[in-house]
């Protein structure tokens, strides 16, 4: 990645920002803060008709960490997603990972998902990097 691990952080703890640039979030609101820096959010997200909402409680290790663990879900039997930002190569770049996992209640989203995973997981950590563009400028160049 092109940004500091600082910026990816703010980007992905930003979770009451999702609506304004995630694909498929139609809502995302701060729903509880914790005494421990951790937060819940209620997320919906929407695939042409279908439209579901959960609640996803929010692990903050800044700069370095954020789990989020969906609860309260119709959706989800359960998710969980880990972002760990490292710093990259280069001064001012990032090594993200980001794990994902997730099985869904009803076996008919499962199957929509397992045909789209690779193309849903492209499309959400574009749409961080994009947000990162959009709020830092073009970020430092691959190769220096």
């Known amino acids: 990645?092109?940004?500091?691990?600082?910026?990816?952080?703010?980007?992905?703890?930003a979770v009451d920002m999702y609506q304004d640039f995630l694909?498929?979030?139609?809502?995302?609101?701060?729903?509880?803060?914790?005494?421990?820096?951790?937060?819940d959010a209620e997320l919906?997200?929407?695939?042409?008709?279908?439209?579901?909402?959960y609640v996803s409680h929010v692990e903050l290790i800044k700069p370095k960490l954020i789990k989020t663990t969906a609860s309260k879900s119709s959706v989800f039997h359960h998710l969980i997603n880990i972002?760990?930002?490292?710093?990259?190569?280069?001064?001012?770049?990032c090594n993200?990972?980001?794990?994902?996992?997730?099985?869904f209640q009803s076996p008919l989203y499962s199957q929509v998902a397992s045909m789209f995973f690779k193309e849903v997981v492209s499309r959400l950590v574009g749409s961080?990097?994009?947000r990162?563009?959009?709020?830092?400028g073009p970020g430092v160049p691959r190769y220096s």
């Open 44 to 53: 919906e997200i929407g695939f042409k008709f279908l439209v579901e909402s």
């Open 1 to 13: 990645m092109v940004y500091s691990p600082e910026q990816m952080y703010a980007v992905v703890a």
């Open 128 to 130: 961080f990097s994009d």
């Open 132 to 136: 990162c563009r959009l709020i830092y």
């Open 83 to 93: 972002w760990e930002f490292n710093p990259g190569p280069v001064p001012g770049t």
């Open 96 to 103: 993200l990972h980001f794990v994902v996992d997730f099985k």
């Open 23 to 39: 694909p498929w979030c139609r809502r995302s609101d701060i729903v509880k803060r914790h005494s421990d820096g951790s937060i």
